[in-house]
């Protein structure tokens, strides 16, 4: 739950989820029967917090939540993760708009690299969103993110 709120924090605070953020604000207001005004006028704690323990939320929310988390709080791994697969980046961050999709052997052995070196809570997050971010790019990661997939 902390991660969640934290996440949910860093999405409320970031300039470029405006239009997710609007649609976290409906969100709100009808699960807890507030108008949107008194949603945008709760403290930034509290508007947290009922982001994070919303029942449902939409992909495009949950997705903007995890990119502004990951940015913020997850560099190093996001760079760790870039530099076992050889792919040039800044802290991080992918330079290249055309980046050749890695080898599928290469992304499950930088996968359990990762997990050598990160805990496996924030590896396992990051690859999921990576998978679902991605999953045309990063479809050798969906075993190692849901292993009952392969059976």
Sequence with gaps: MERRIDA?????????????QLEAVASIATHMKFRPKSVLTLAPERRAKYLATLPAMSDAIAARALVNYHLERQRPMMGAFLDLLGIAHDNGLINDDNVVKPDAAKVKDAAKALGEKFPEEDVSLYLATLVSQDPETWDALVDVVEPSAAH
């Design 8 to 20: 949910a924090d860093l999405f409320w605070n970031d300039e470029h989820s405006a239009d997710q």
